[in-house]
C-alpha cells in the first residue's frame, strides 16, 4: 500500500498536469491535498484490514473467533496446573489434624498453588497428599516435582509442604494460530456423521478435552472407541459420561461408541544443560523443567515422543547454551489410546 507522501506526490503532480498551476505555491491547497491524501490512506487501511477479518487465513482475535463458531469450534481458554501437595508433621499426632481447603502453598518464586478440596492427616501418620490446583491459569503453574516449598498460612501442626510429583496441565489461551489451524483442519476433514473426523471434532467440542483419538472397530464392527485426555491427563468419569451422552444422541444406528481416557506409559526424562555465562545457570535448569512437562499433558495423546523435539524445546529456552537429552535413549512410540505420563523429569548440569 502506498504511504500518504506518495499519494500526496501524485495528487500534486495531477493537479499541476491538468490546470498548469503549481499546486506547492499554494500553501492552503498544499495542505489540503495533503489531508485527502492521508484520509485516503486510512480508508485503504482500513479496507485491508477488513479484507483480512472475513477469511479464517487471515482473521485475527474475536474475529477469528466469530469464524470458529461457524464451524463449531471455540478457543481454549486457559487452565490451571493440577497436581497434589503433601503436608508432613515432624512426629505422628495423636488425633486426626485437618488440612482445610483454599490452603496455599508456593515456590520459591512465588507461583501459589491451592488445595481443591480439605485433606486430613490421620492420628499415627506423618504425611497426608490432597489434591491442589494453581492459583492462576497458564503455564506458570506447571512446575517440577519438589519446586513447592513454603505455606502462606501453615495449618496448625504442619510443619512442611511440598509436591511429590509436578505440576501439569497448566495452558495459556489458545493462541490464534493454534485456534486458526482447527478451524482449517474442519474444512479439510469434513465430518459426515460417521467418519473419524465426526467423533474427534464432537469430542474437541468440549473445552476440558485437550486431544482425542478415535479407533473404529476396536471391539469388532460396528463399534468405535473415543480416547480423550484433558490437559492434566486422564479425564474425569464426568466427563467421559458428557462425551458419551453426547455421541448417544448422534451416532449412527447400531454403531457402539464407547468413551474412554487414556492408557499411560511412563517415561523418564533426564537433560543435561549449560547456561549462558549471561544467565543464572539454576534459573534456566529450572526453565526446562518447565518446558519439558509440556511433553506430558494431554494435547500429546497418541503423538510419539520424540528426542529431536525434545532436544529443540531444550534448545529455545532462553539462557541454554548446549544441552544433552540423556532419557530417554530413543523416540518412545506411543498408540492412538497411549499418553505418556511423567517419571520424572531430572535437569543436570552440562
Not at 491547497?29 to 485527502?36: C, D, E, K
Request: charged content about 20%; glycine content about 8%.
Amino acid at each position: 500500500m502506498k504511504s500518504v507522501e506518495e499519494i500526496y506526490g501524485e495528487m500534486m503532480a495531477a493537479f499541476t498536469e491538468k490546470t498548469g498551476i503549481q499546486a506547492s505555491n499554494s500553501g492552503d491547497l498544499a495542505v489540503r491535498l495533503y489531508t485527502v491524501a492521508a484520509e485516503l490512506v486510512s480508508l485503504y487501511t482500513q479496507a485491508e484490514w477488513t479484507a483480512r477479518q472475513c477469511f479464517p487465513q487471515s482473521a485475527m482475535g474475536e474475529y477469528l473467533d466469530r469464524h470458529a463458531l461457524l464451524r463449531g469450534v471455540s478457543r481454549r481458554e486457559a487452565a490451571r496446573a493440577k497436581g497434589n501437595l503433601r503436608f508432613s508433621v515432624d512426629e505422628p499426632l495423636s488425633t486426626d489434624l485437618t488440612i482445610p481447603a483454599g490452603t496455599i502453598c508456593m515456590t520459591a518464586g512465588l507461583v501459589r498453588f491451592e488445595t481443591s478440596q480439605t485433606g486430613t492427616l490421620k492420628a499415627g501418620q506423618t504425611q497426608v497428599d490432597v489434591p491442589a490446583q494453581a492459583v492462576e491459569t497458564g503455564l506458570v503453574g506447571n512446575v517440577a516435582e519438589g519446586s513447592i516449598l513454603s505455606m502462606a498460612v501453615a495449618p496448625v501442626g504442619v510443619s512442611r509442604c511440598t509436591n511429590p510429583q509436578p505440576f501439569i496441565g497448566g495452558v495459556d489461551q489458545e493462541e490464534d494460530e493454534a485456534l486458526r489451524k482447527r478451524i482449517l483442519e474442519t474444512y479439510k476433514r469434513l465430518p459426515n456423521g460417521a467418519n473419524a473426523a465426526f467423533y474427534q471434532q464432537g469430542a474437541l467440542s468440549f473445552p476440558q478435552v485437550a486431544a482425542a483419538s478415535v479407533i473404529p472397530r476396536k471391539r469388532g464392527i460396528g463399534t468405535v472407541d473415543v480416547i480423550i485426555a484433558t490437559h492434566a491427563g486422564t479425564p474425569e468419569p464426568d466427563l467421559i459420561q458428557a462425551v458419551k451422552s453426547y455421541f448417544e444422541s448422534r451416532r449412527e444406528i447400531a454403531v457402539d461408541v464407547e468413551v474412554k481416557g487414556p492408557t499411560r506409559k511412563e517415561v523418564k526424562i533426564q537433560a543435561a544443560v549449560k547456561a549462558k555465562d549471561s544467565f543464572d545457570a539454576s534459573q534456566v535448569r529450572q526453565e526446562v523443567q518447565k518446558v519439558l512437562s509440556v511433553f506430558f499433558q494431554g494435547g500429546q495423546l497418541g503423538k510419539n515422543l520424540l528426542r529431536a523435539e525434545l532436544g529443540k524445546a531444550v534448545f529455545d529456552v532462553p539462557g541454554v547454551e548446549n544441552y544433552a537429552i540423556l532419557s530417554p535413549a530413543a523416540d518412545v512410540e506411543l498408540g492412538p489410546d497411549e499418553l505418556p505420563q511423567s517419571a520424572g523429569i531430572e535437569v543436570t548440569a552440562l
